[in-house]
């Protein structure tokens, strides 16, 4: 895990001055690998490099790393897991190794396959990949884009960046708000859903991808997709826990001690579990909870779970005054670069910061398991109707009963509901689930709309619905929820110098889930019904019978109502945007009543709107380099 930034000059040569600034703009990354840094320099392009090791922490394994023949040059962000077992792929010329690391693996596996090489990966990784003698480039990126990797493209550059600051400070010119992202988020809370930042004219690099770059020209390939992993199987619990157990060892693979994300949930006790069952947990391990005041605590859960697994465990309290909170949201908004969604994005900052104090940079957690495994409570309802467009009526009565359990509602209002949503999706309905801030929004900024639409939010298709229990699954793997999650957990973690895995975005353990029929995700009406069967014999009945869905860790109520008060009203007290149909001091009388009254279901819209009119002094009004200075 590691950074990286690179500027390929499309003509000329660079200045001496030039490579100067392009070696400052790598320093602003020193965060992402703090045990080693390298570049590689030619005339027309430059691979500025910051390195954490974790699979051989000799200097054999820095980066950019060169071939043996000199001839190609590779810097790469993230594991490749099953590195070990593609050593045995590569031909008798490709088998001398000078390192244990996964890099090496690469890029010989790059050498001798060129673009199909990513086919064989599996892990998380973006990478730069240079052949001198061709002049040719490969660039490309994971299939969930787990680790980031961000463009700037001009007649005179192209730059790979894995934090956007790289390129702010490279081109101060390209610190320009992109409204339409910034509408989206203030108004539905829409974060890293697609290529767009919230900069005009910086865009991620899509996941699943690859670029040839070649003489001035550029190939594109899409070389997954999660649309080409469904089918219609049926559960096998010995099959799917032997996948999964699989698949956590290899997670765990690593030369330095590791550490996990615990709550009192399925998803991080699952993992947890597997490694104790691997034999990977030993004395140097230890799991992590946040307490957080205004949110619910799981500590009784987690105590008993760490107690019968015999684990070392520690707690992350984070009690924090109201100067402090303002400070952190700033901090934290460096560190992204862009808006953030939800305080538990603090708790989580926090408890990342505990486990690098602690020594550790490897850190195991359980995102992206409600999206893929069907966790969420809003999943009931598509269910349910897939099972009336199937007419399975007698599967159907029974998860109406599961389901009033993990909705805790009766029989008939759920059934309520779930007409009106039926009726919802004939009518085209977008899945919108908090409206209460949509009257503060100009009828002028529907200009925005342009290349957006609420429909994505849910991702629903009323033609065939047993289908669309699917699509909305691979809406939140591919643009609702997975992909900000992403981006939470590489900016929180690799600004402590600590590496996320995460082994339920494994795309092997994806396409297995994704290749089951809709009946099994939530049967008999239980959420992630299918790895509560997996873990049937591995984890207590206290997890198991545990039916309601706890959130993230955080509470926006607590932060907007109690502790970002003093920053709201002086953020509010100025603000001017064309996207309120009223200006700041307006919005503050609204505020004043919501705080008044605590108005939670208006919380979230507060939390965004502070987040938002910080990141724009920060970042478009360009005060960050202040902050940046301080931290």
């Not at 392009?22 to 490099?49: P, Q, T, V």
Request: aromatic share 12%; glycine share 6%; charged share 25%.
């Amino acid at each position: 895990m590691c950074g990286f930034f690179s500027v390929i000059r499309k003509k000329g040569s660079f200045s001496i001055s030039e490579l100067n600034d392009i070696r400052s703009c790598g320093d602003l990354i020193a965060h992402r690998g703090m045990d080693d840094a390298g570049s590689y320099l030619e005339k027309n392009i430059s691979l500025i490099f910051r390195r954490l090791s974790i699979q051989d922490t000799t200097s054999e394994g820095r980066q950019p790393f060169i071939s043996d023949c000199g001839r190609y040059v590779l810097v790469f962000n993230g594991e490749i897991y099953n590195f070990k077992e593609l050593r045995s792929c590569l031909s008798a010329k490709n088998k001398d190794f000078r390192s244990t690391s996964d890099t090496e693996v690469l890029i010989k596996l790059l050498i001798q396959y060129g673009k199909d090489a990513v086919h064989k990966l599996r892990g998380m990784f973006s990478f730069v990949f240079w052949d001198k003698v061709e002049k040719l480039l490969i660039v490309s990126r994971d299939r969930f884009g787990i680790k980031p990797l961000y463009f700037h493209e001009t007649d005179e550059y192209l730059a790979f960046t894995s934090e956007i600051k790289c390129l702010l400070k490279f081109n101060r010119s390209l610190c320009v708000e992109n409204y339409n992202a910034s509408y989206w988020f203030l108004k539905r809370g829409f974060l890293d859903e697609s290529e767009n930042t919230f900069y005009r004219e910086i865009n991620a690099f899509p996941k699943a991808t690859l670029w040839l770059i070649q003489n001035g020209k550029k190939y594109e390939e899409k070389y997954w997709s999660l649309d080409e992993c469904v089918s219609n199987n049926t559960f096998n619990r010995d099959r799917f826990f032997d996948q999964l157990s699989e698949n956590i060892k290899l997670h765990a693979s690593s030369c330095l001690p590791l550490s996990a994300a615990l709550s009192g949930g399925i998803d991080s006790t699952s993992v947890v579990s597997l490694l104790k069952s691997n034999g990977v947990i030993n004395s140097n391990f230890r799991s992590y909870t946040t307490i957080t005041p205004g949110a619910f605590d799981e500590s009784a859960t987690v105590d008993l779970f760490v107690q019968q697994f015999n684990i070392k465990h520690s707690y992350v309290r984070t009690d924090l005054t109201s100067l402090e909170a303002i400070s952190l949201v700033d901090e934290i908004l460096v560190a992204h670069d862009e808006p953030i969604q939800q305080a538990s994005t603090i708790d989580h900052y926090l408890l990342r910061q505990q486990v690098a104090a602690d020594g550790f940079k490897v850190l195991l957690v359980g995102e992206g398991a409600d999206e893929l495994l069907a966790g969420y409570r809003r999943m009931v309802y598509p269910y349910l109707l897939s099972l009336m467009e199937s007419k399975n009526y007698g599967l159907y009565k029974k998860s109406l009963q599961g389901a009033v359990q993990l909705l805790n509602i009766s029989v008939d209002a759920l059934q309520k509901n779930l007409k009106i949503f039926k009726d919802q999706v004939a009518s085209g309905f977008g899945g919108r689930e908090n409206t209460t801030s949509d009257a503060f929004f100009a009828d002028a900024a529907q200009r925005y709309c342009s290349e957006n639409d609420d429909s994505m939010f849910l991702g629903l298709k009323s033609d065939n619905l047993g289908l669309s229990f699917k699509a909305l699954l691979v809406n939140h793997l591919n643009r609702r929820n997975v992909p900000y999650v992403l981006r939470m957990e590489d900016r929180n973690s690799m600004h402590w110098g600590i590496e996320s895995r995460v082994p339920f975005l494994d795309h092997v353990i994806v396409e297995n889930v994704l290749s089951h029929k809709v009946e099994e995700f939530m049967l008999c009406g239980e959420n992630k019904s299918m790895l509560r069967r997996a873990m049937n014999n591995s984890l207590p009945r206290f997890i198991l019978d545990k039916k309601t869905k706890i959130n993230r860790p955080g509470s926006n109520a607590y932060f907007v109502y109690d502790l970002l008060r003093d920053g709201i009203f002086n953020a509010l007290k100025s603000f001017k945007s064309g996207f309120f149909n009223q200006d700041g001091r307006h919005l503050l009388r609204h505020y004043e009543h919501d705080l008044a009254n605590r108005n939670l279901a208006r919380a979230d819209f507060w939390f965004r709107l502070y987040v938002y009119i910080r990141w724009q002094s920060l970042f478009i009004k360009q005060e960050m380099w202040a902050v940046v200075k301080s931290i």
